[in-house]
């Protein structure tokens, strides 16, 4: 079955960096576009990054352009989230997403705390 399993989350000060990781299996992942969403405390969630098939390309929101980058080791069935200059806006639970036989699939979230 499908599963995705995030990890990386934690305590981290504004300006420092986290890499988020995403593990995935039980489908191709290489052909599926693979998504990272986040949702912090008393908000829905949102879509962070976009990330194509095979090509790798991304699209972001605007709130994290310039300083998130996503990308996917198709080799390794894992997509990433690299995360710079972390503000304490970005706080949030950041779940990875994936379309797949025409049904959403989640993992199960990594907290991301910015904080001094």
Not at 71 to 100: F, G, H, W
């Amino acid at each position: 079955q499908v599963q995705l399993v995030e990890s990386g989350g934690g305590l981290v000060q504004p300006g420092g960096s986290l890499r988020l990781s995403c593990a995935a299996s039980g489908f191709t992942f290489s052909t599926y576009v693979m998504k990272w969403y986040r949702q912090a405390p008393g908000k829905e969630r949102e879509l962070v990054a976009h990330i194509s098939t095979f090509c790798g390309s991304t699209k972001y929101a605007d709130s994290v352009k310039g300083r998130f980058t996503g990308s996917r080791d198709n080799a390794k069935n894992t997509m990433y989230l690299q995360m710079n200059s972390l503000k304490p806006e970005d706080t949030a639970v950041y779940y990875c997403n994936a379309e797949v036989y025409g049904r959403g699939y989640w993992g199960k979230g990594t907290l991301v705390t910015v904080s001094s």
